[in-house]
């Protein structure tokens, strides 16, 4: 039965016995309502089946899991927050494999180890979630360059390996670069760990590089360590309404790239704003009725700037410019959160309009203008009615199409979308990964041999298909 958990033959008591054999019975979770929170996915668009959730709390308990799982047949699906956008952290619907699922929830995992301020590291377990590694690195003076709205529930281990990028990405870069080291536990039971902390160490391959991004598919990531940044004295927010996206993307090319402190530029359209607000009671976005609005709508740019000196003036200076509409500025916590919350609540404002087609596409910035530009027109052609809402990273070519109103099964609208990204050059997954939802789309923008190479270490270190199958994988 979708989403819930039961034992419904021989094989699968046995497998039950023997994980709370392994673990305690504690840590094996059966009951169908507490299950559900783990085979649902945070779009609903991605329900599984599960004979077991489990919750190690220690590398050791999770290599007994593995073994277990190794001698059952059996997939291990890793979950950290839930929150992925890609169907990767839930199990397959029931009967879509021939195998009993477990589901591996990294939750427990989840003390901060060490926070190191001369060597700028924080080394912490994989269920640890990013809101909290941020507190953590704040009391010692540093940040993690890294920020994401889904902060409270995502994992550094999932953030690890879906090489998660948000807002901070143009600055400090993805996860790629700010992990320093990892631990995980591979299909056959061993420990790979690379926690050393140097700065310089050339021998050999580095796993975390192999890990990261690898989506739950070649091992089970259960430590991880990150790269700190000193926080800045002064950051500031800039809301910046313009006329149209073009000229977002103009001011966006031109003076606020040349800024030496900007840490974020996102970009929201007139529709999402309006639905933002109109969801969440907050006061109409600055700009929203003044002047003229050009071809698709306003547009407003989220900036942030931060430094050892206030930023202020150089924002000031890089947004003074004909097109723009208005500008709220904000430097106090509270200020700027007020400002945040029209883009960060965008995700969850779509999801209360129905289940929404997510796709999460890149081109080069140069290209940015004609993608937004095309998709209305392709969107409609493909699922005539449906509402489009669009935002993105922009300053990272990355931008974040939604679609509700075709039914979730029906991919047609994603088909047509992905399939202008590849003519555009682009990434069907700019941040959110591949998991089950873009298998389809796979060979759009990866060759024979690529997907060969990926076939081949999968073989090699997951030879039984035990991590996630599905997961990464094309469709035949
Ligand atoms: C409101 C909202 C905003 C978001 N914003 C962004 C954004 O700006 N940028 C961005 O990149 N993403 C964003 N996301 C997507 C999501 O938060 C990220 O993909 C995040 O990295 C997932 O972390 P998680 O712990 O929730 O992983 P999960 O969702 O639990 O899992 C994601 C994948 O990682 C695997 N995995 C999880 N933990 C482990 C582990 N310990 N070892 C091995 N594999 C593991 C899973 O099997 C699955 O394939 C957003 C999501 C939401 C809901």
Redesign the pocket.
Known sequence: VAGTARASSGADRQLLSDLEDALGRRRVLTDPEVCAGYTR???GRYVGSAAAVVRPERVEQVQAVVEVAARHGAAL??????????G???PRPAGALDQPQIV?G?SG?CAVEDVDPAGRLLCAG??V??SAAQAAAGRAGFHLGI?????G???????????????Q?LRFG??RARVAGIE?VLADGSIVSRLSGLAKDNVGWDPAAL?VG?????????R?MVRLEPLPAHRVTALVALASVDAALELLAGPVAALPSLEAAELTLEDGMRLVAGEFDLPPPVGLESGAAGRGGRAWLTLEAAGPYDPTAELAAAVDHPFVLGAAVASDANGRARLWAYR?RH??AVSRLGVPHKL?VSVTRSRLGELVGLLPERVAAAAPGARLVMWG?AADGNV?VNVVGPPPDDDGVDDAVLRLVAELGGSIS????V?VARRRWLRLVRSEGDLQLMARVKAALDPGGM??PG?LEPLP
């Open positions: 996915d945070w779009t699906i890793c979950q950290g927050g839930n929150t992925g956008l890609v990767g952290s839930v591996c990294m995992m994989a269920g979630t990013l920020d994401l709205s889904s902060r529930s995502a994992t550094l281990g999932g953030m690890a390996a879906t090489n998660a990028g948000g807002m990405m993805g996860m995980a890990f690898s989506e739950g598919t070649l091992a089970v990531i259960t991880v960060e995700t969850e999460d990273h974040h700019a941040e959110h990964g998991g991590l996630n997961v």
